[in-house]
């Protein structure tokens, strides 16, 4: 059984950064993929960032590009220039034996982690 605990969040100022990690269990250590999204109150859940084992691609969502890196195993979300507009719970997200290129709907993973609070305030 494949599991996703988050950790890393909470309160930084604008500017600031923030790495996220995603500890995974029980998955298929050369095809799986993982994702993160993030949902802010109100809004839907936006996907941030993938990484997949099976071609070590990795895809950014534009809100996030030159902001945010995820490491090539995806375990990992470095956000740096945070703003405002970056508060939200984040997720990281699994589909286990993936055998294509993730991708950034929230309808390509099944597996989620519980979620992390980060608040970007001065």
């Known amino acids: 059984q494949v599991q996703l605990v988050e950790s890393g969040g909470g309160l930084v100022q604008p500017g600031g950064s923030l790495r996220l990690s995603c500890a995974a269990s029980g998955l298929n250590s050369e095809y799986h993929y993982i994702g993160w999204f993030r949902q802010a109150p109100g809004k839907e859940r936006e996907g941030l960032a993938c990484s997949s084992s099976s071609n070590s691609r990795i895809y950014y969502a534009d809100s996030v590009k030159g902001r945010f890196t995820i490491s090539r195993n995806g375990l990992y979300l470095q956000m740096n220039m945070l703003k405002p507009e970056d508060t939200a719970v984040y997720y990281c997200?699994?589909?286990?034996?993936?055998?294509?290129?993730?991708?950034?709907?929230?309808?390509?993973?099944?597996?989620w982690g519980q979620g992390i609070q980060v608040t970007v305030s001065s």
């Open positions: 997200a699994a589909r286990n034996n993936a055998y294509r290129a993730c991708g950034l709907f929230t309808f390509e993973y099944d597996i």
